[in-house]
């Protein structure tokens, strides 16, 4: 348990400054429930998340979302989504801006969601996002 935590990694300020690219890796985040933010001032020149491959979430009751549209931009080769008893999560992906748009189509081969009474929507178009297997559990 990590009660204050509100911010994973924030970048602000990262602009230009050399950050080490990551491997393949896998993040998985639980019993965080003052988090807020996974990923803040991230955006798409960022390149140190590129090969993330699968990341948790659990029990992170104060998350609204998981992604801005500048966040997964960078995400290219996420295959594994999992989300669970996140209370607050509204919806997985949100826009910074009203006019800020998805350039290409996201794949993420399995998602799984389950116990987010609060979710209304993926919070892209079906057009924008391809999901090989979903499984929800309610």
Request: glycine share 4%.
């Amino acid at each position: 348990w990590c009660d204050s935590l509100e911010t994973i990694f924030d970048l602000q300020g990262e602009e230009g400054t050399s950050i080490i690219e990551l491997g393949y890796f896998k993040l998985k985040l639980m019993y965080l429930p003052k988090l807020m933010h996974i990923w803040k001032n991230v955006s798409h020149q960022t390149h140190c998340f590129k090969f993330l491959k699968s990341l948790e979430v659990e029990r992170c009751d104060n998350l609204r979302y998981l992604f801005t549209i500048s966040m997964v931009k960078v995400l290219v080769r996420l295959n594994y989504l999992r989300i669970g008893n996140c209370k607050k999560v509204e919806k997985i992906v949100t826009r910074e801006a009203e006019t800020e748009e998805v350039w290409s189509k996201i794949n993420i081969l399995n998602v799984e969601l389950e116990n987010l009474p609060s979710l209304v929507c993926i919070g892209i178009t079906e057009s924008q996002i391809h999901i090989s297997k979903l499984r929800v559990d309610i």
